[in-house]
């Protein structure tokens, strides 16, 4: 990134002082972790409590286990404190209902709930679990095994997300253990979870995260004791995936820790290579994995990865005997596994079992010490850490205040229409302030396509191709970029001879230097040297941009009202047309051409377009579909009119007009005719399969939270094709369940037999996290144009502080998790000290018609990199690119 304050020997100029006081007060120096030691408050003898021996954090509560006795009137073992996480409040004390039960040493925060583990409940350690309403200390239920035994240690590990609840039980079976899936809002039993291995132990560590579980096997596994972990899916109870690690030993007891968010999944192995501990973590959004991450070299047996957790791209890693037995905690940055900071406690106590048990919500850490003696032996303690500090985990491409490249004494103020080509090149339109902008060259276009980051067009540049005296005006609208290569924009121009004739154009950028490739008021040898009135709209691909355009009606043209519009094809790098179209000409499938559409698609080389056509000698025009490849017009075909029968409908059913085209072959239409209904009418039609993917009033049966329903096509909002033939639709949904909060959804579907569809992103859906938040609207959309990489940005419910954030995945990764880019509130740590996201601009496209991924510009490139632009503290605006593959 170019600094903040570009000025020769490091100074300062006054103006960019000046001007950054404008945009936003000058950045803070950054601040260290804010430590806070919370004790057990109301004890009455906190003597061998150990307070900490279990904790769960929220971005609203904290809450420790304690090994307090109590009379009431039998000896009740264990307690439960809920702290406000922000002052240390003390809002309720949990008991647990019966005797002899370890309660509280495993716990679980989710929303308003409360789940608390109590693995010795009953004379025999049949176990039990208990969840409970905090705002009114309600206990909504006792959750048992439904297969009870001696020494199940039913509650040994609790985890809890959005509606799921999850109860290892190591010891059902004979310690082939199990795990318990409950519905959180009435106690029901959902699933039983199992690997049914002798002596595994499953259950022995769980995590949730939205519709998914982790859970661990430690005692399972080819040897002794080297132990496994399994990723469920909630809704089905189904096993997804068994993992292992690359490295496998006896007694190293794998899946001893676990934690899962919507990216990574964390395993923590403290007993592995002769208890110095290790941390495997796999990346879920992008297949990679595992990464071991290894203990501190020549840290002894520290039992590094005593205990995890995650949250975003920050994990805490427990390090119990750590820093010769004071105990340590590590926060790093995911999947880099880079230190952030090392915790540890202020007391400066050896053996206290520091970092035993970790939580991380946002910027926000609990360590437990549940052996500390400051109040008494053993009485413990949790330590609080405010402000962390998390790298931003993207690459910043330029800030406002950077100096804008190429543009002397300017800096950049805020960015626009950003885009990528399909291998990730970036460019986007800037605006500039200072002393540079003189003689109104405050806007730019900026791309890293040739030389690096450089400035490739600016308000008031000459363009000597374009004629002497011949300027950029204002506008660099729109950007297309989807080749490599090239870079193709439009703009309006200024200066000698320049009216409203000839004012508009579109250029490349060809090796670092502006070119023409169309401008309002050419000459079209093509067209019978016609002139050009008027560029509509242009796609651009491969090097070649698809232009559909209207020629100035002259007679001494020829041009009329029946020939005056038609479609180029012109390569941006030589300029030379490479298919032309005309109205009044001969059109493939034996019609004319009529008026042509202000509409165009383009996915690779493959073009398709709709226009008016009618039968030779005359008639009544229809709407006609073709597409074929944009330079060689011999194979552009007909792919279906107005008033055709659809295959894939009932007899009698055909197209009453074509509303919009993506891909090669993707059409979305209106149809009429027997049984049609404006309940049925419209549907997307699949050329390259002949069928209709999805039709208005369609059914399609999908898992809703939990359980299963129907849920019927109200509406197509947007859709496009991606490789391999698939499809995605952005629809809303009507039927039984369906309300305004859980309506609209991405769906992807694929075609068999016939064409079976799966839930992507779904408003209502759990964003999972420390507080359960669930997606409130799918605002923006973006797709590359053939890979099948796709990004979301919704808005959240929960706190406004945090209530928006970036989705990204892959169409070919089925399971319906939903990784985040980015998340508003979050808190990270920069150049100049630390500064809290408030708000993500993500510029999707999807045009009028509902089509996406229809060529050129796009926010997402085919290699999966996604661009934004941040709005943070102060201010601040940043532009900047999620870097898939790097990761």
């Known amino acids: 990134m170019f600094s903040s304050f570009p000025a020769p020997g490091g100074k300062v100029p006054l103006w960019a002082i000046f001007l950054l006081t404008i945009l936003g007060d000058l950045p803070d120096l950054g601040a260290a972790p804010i430590e806070r030691r919370q004790p057990e408050h109301g004890a009455r003898d906190p003597a061998d409590n150990q307070f900490g021996q279990g ?238 991450f290894s ?76 052996r500390e003696d400051v109040e008494a032996n053993d009485s413990g303690g949790v330590y609080v850490y405010e402000n962390l500090g998390r790298p931003l985990p993207v690459m910043t491409i330029a800030a406002s205040g950077d100096a804008a490249p190429g543009v002397p004494d300017t800096i950049f103020r805020q960015f626009r229409r950003p885009a990528l080509s399909s291998t990730g090149e970036y460019s986007f339109e800037g605006f500039l302030v200072g002393p540079g902008t003189a003689g109104g060259g405050n806007r730019g276009l900026w791309s890293d396509y040739f030389t690096g980051f450089d400035v490739v067009a600016r308000t ?198 074509i509303a919009g085209e993506a891909g090669s072959g993707l059409i979305r239409a209106f149809v009429r005719g027997p049984g049609i209904t404006g309940r049925n009418n419209e549907i997307l039609w699949h050329e390259p399969t002949d069928s209709v993917v999805l039709q208005k009033g369609q059914s399609i049966l999908a898992n809703d939270g939990i359980g299963r329903a129907e849920l019927v096509v109200q509406r197509i909002l947007g859709f496009w094709e991606v490789e391999a033939g698939g499809v995605v639709a952005l629809v809303r949904f009507r039927g039984p369940g369906v309300n305004p909060g859980n309506d609209v959804a991405l769906i992807f579907g694929y075609r068999g037999a016939e064409w079976n569809f799966r839930l992507m992103v779904r408003e209502g859906d759990l964003i999972c996290g420390c507080e359960s938040t669930r997606i409130r609207a799918i605002q923006r959309v973006g797709a590359d144009n053939a890979g099948g990489n796709y990004a979301v940005q919704v808005s959240l419910t929960g706190s406004p502080r945090e209530n928006q954030a970036l989705l990204s995945k892959h169409v070919g990764i089925k399971e319906r998790y939903l990784p985040v880019v980015l998340r508003k509130g979050i808190r990270f740590e920069l150049e100049a000290g630390p500064s809290t996201l408030r708000s993500i601009l993500f510029e999707a496209i999807r045009e009028r018609t509902g089509a996406m991924a229809t060529g050129g510009a796009s926010v997402v490139a085919e290699e999966g990199s996604v661009i934004a632009t941040l709005r ?11 870097q898939l593959l790097s990761m």
């Open 295 to 370: 203990a501190p070299p020549n840290s002894g047996a520290g039992r590094f990865g005593s205990s995890v957790a995650v949250s975003g791209s920050m994990a805490l890693i427990g390090y119990e005997w750590g820093d010769d037995y004071h105990g340590s905690a590590v926060l790093m940055e995911l999947p880099s596994g880079n230190v952030i900071d090392t915790l540890s406690a202020s007391s400066g106590a050896q053996f206290v079992n520091y970092g035993l048990h970790v939580a991380l919500c946002g910027d926000r850490a609990a360590v437990s010490a549940e």
């Open 460 to 657: 008031r540049e000459l363009v000597p191709a374009l004629g002497d005296g011949v300027f950029l005006g204002n506008a660099f609208q729109p950007i297309q970029n989807a080749s490599p290569d090239h870079l193709v924009f439009s703009a309006v121009l200024g200066g000698r001879g320049v009216n409203g004739s000839n004012r508009r154009a579109i250029l490349g950028d060809v090796a670092g230097s502006v070119m023409p490739v169309l401008r309002d008021g050419d000459t079209i040898p093509e067209f019978g040297g016609a002139q050009l009135q008027r560029w509509l709209n242009f796609k651009y691909d491969e090097v070649k941009a698809s232009v559909p355009v209207r020629l100035r009606r002259r007679v001494a043209d020829g041009v009329t009202v029946a020939n005056d519009s038609g479609l180029l094809t012109i390569n941006s790098g030589d300029q030379v047309v490479n298919s032309a179209f005309r109205e009044g000409d001969a059109a493939p499938g034996g019609n004319d051409f009529r008026q042509f559409l202000p509409r165009v698609a383009r996915s690779g080389d493959d073009l398709i377009f709709t226009t008016y056509t009618t039968p030779p000698g005359g008639g009544r025009p229809s709407l006609e579909a073709f597409s074929g490849l944009s330079g060689n017009a011999s194979t552009v075909q007909s792919l279906i009119r107005q008033g055709d029968e659809v295959p894939g409908l009932d007899p009698g059913q055909t197209i009453r007009t």
């Open 55 to 292: 904790i769960a954090l929220s971005s609203r509560y904290l809450a420790a286990g304690s090994k307090e006795e109590i009379e009431r009137p039998e000896t009740l073992f264990g307690n439960v404190k809920v702290f406000d996480a922000r002052t240390g409040r003390l809002i309720r004390t949990f008991y647990p209902s019966d005797p002899n039960g370890g309660f509280g040493s495993a716990i679980a925060l989710s929303g308003r709930r409360i789940l608390i583990g109590a693995s010795l409940t009953d004379l025999t350690a049949r176990g039990a679990a208990f969840l409970y309403d905090i705002p009114t200390g309600r206990q909504i239920a006792k959750l048992t095994s439904p297969n009870a035994a001696n020494f199940d240690r039913m509650g040994a590990a609790v985890a809890m997300d959005g509606n799921y609840a999850v109860v290892g039980c190591t010891g059902d079976a004979g310690l082939v253990g199990a795990a318990f899936v409950y519905d959180v809002r009435n106690g029901e039993l959902l699933h039983e979870l199992r690997a049914d291995i002798p002596g595994s132990h499953f259950g022995t560590s769980v995590a949730v995260c939205g519709r998914f579980a982790l859970i661990g096997a430690s005692d399972e596994e080819g040897g002794d004791d080297r132990g496994s972990v399994y990723l469920f899916d909630l809704e089905t109870g189904e096993e997804m995936e068994k993992l292992n690690p690359p490295d496998p030993a006896d007694f190293d007891y794998f899946g001893d820790q676990v934690a899962l968010s919507s990216r990574f999944l964390v395993v923590g192995v403290p007993r592995k290579d002769g208890s110095a501990g290790a941390v495997y973590v796999w990346d879920l959004r992008t297949g990679v994995g595992p990464i071991k």
């Open 872 to 882: 943070l503290d102060r201010g601040e605006r940043r532009l900047v690119l999620d």
